[in-house]
């Protein structure tokens, strides 16, 4: 699934080739990927037809353009949506779900192969900037308004395994599986460690780590594993080159040369060293 990096990717390529370009005649291919958006297909495409988007915006794994009129389109990519701009009469990818025509003779298409992603417009919430639907997810680490020592606080005090709250879209948006396990690498934190027996230090450290790595995988475009993230040209992100501990099962730690272990996790995967992230319990 994409986080933070590659959803910031796709917001910045979004502000350069989508902003200021009205909105043509929405076509949506797949009623799947507007089912949040509960007026239906019809009344989404009328929504937008005409439109201008003026700002992108992004919290964690959401996206949004601020349009003209007040409300927002907004986009979860789910596990493997694609916000793409291309010249109009490019041939339509396979999993197109949803065409709107630009002013500049581009579209935006989403590409969805999975259709866990969706598009919806939506209206201000408790801010005028932010959607309400996004109104209950926390600040993301890289946000200017994000206060860590609040954060801190609010970890330690949880009862659950670090890596869980660090995928608590209520606590801290934008971490999911990868960089949350890159992050527990780097601190050298097994991702079952409680959360209450973390110190201030250690937890302080853990959150540097987690805007560390995030920033790192930001400035290549952030990581694709199985060619479902692209930027908006359709570009991967690089960052797979630098990871520690995702995705390396049976390789050598780069710090301690143990070999990286896979164990189940949430219904997915968590990757970790046994050599220098010792499991709640381990002696040594």
Not at 40 to 55: C, I, K, M, Q
Not at 78 to 85: I, P, T
Not at 194 to 212: F, I, K, P, Y
Request: glycine share 10%; hydrophobic share 35%.
């Amino acid at each position: 699934m994409p986080e933070l990096p590659e959803v910031e990717v796709v917001r910045r390529g979004l502000t350069e080739h989508a902003l200021g370009r009205t909105i043509g005649a929405v076509e949506v291919l797949h009623p799947r990927s507007v089912r949040r958006h509960v007026p239906g297909a019809a009344d989404f495409a009328a929504r937008l037809s005409g439109r201008v988007p003026t700002v992108a915006h992004r919290r964690g794994k959401y996206l949004w353009l601020l349009l003209d009129s007040g409300e927002m389109l907004l986009t979860h990519l789910g596990m493997s949506g694609q916000m793409l701009v291309q010249p109009t009469g490019k041939p339509d990818e396979k999993h197109l779900r949803v065409r709107l025509p630009l002013s500049d003779g581009t579209e935006l298409r989403f590409v969805d192969q999975r259709t866990f992603g969706h598009l919806m417009v939506d209206v201000p919430g408790v801010r005028e900037d932010v959607p309400s639907s996004v109104d209950h997810i926390a600040l993301d680490p890289l946000d200017p308004a994000f206060v860590p020592e609040v954060f801190v606080r609010a970890l330690r005090a949880r009862r659950t395994e670090v890596k869980r709250a660090l995928l608590d879209q209520s606590l801290i948006s934008g971490v999911g599986n990868i960089y949350a396990d890159e992050a527990l690498w780097r601190s050298r934190l097994h991702w079952a460690r409680s959360t209450q027996d973390l110190s201030d230090a250690q937890a302080t450290e853990l959150l540097g780590h987690v805007r560390e790595v995030m920033t790192e995988a930001l400035e290549v475009g952030g990581t694709t594993f199985d060619g479902l993230y692209v930027n908006v040209n359709g570009e991967s992100g690089y960052f797979e080159r630098g990871l520690n501990a995702y995705g390396r099962r049976d390789r050598p730690c780069g710090r301690c040369g143990v070999l990286i272990v896979r164990e189940a996790f949430m219904n997915r995967s968590s990757y970790s060293c046994p050599g220098c992230q010792k499991p709640p319990g381990a002696r040594g």
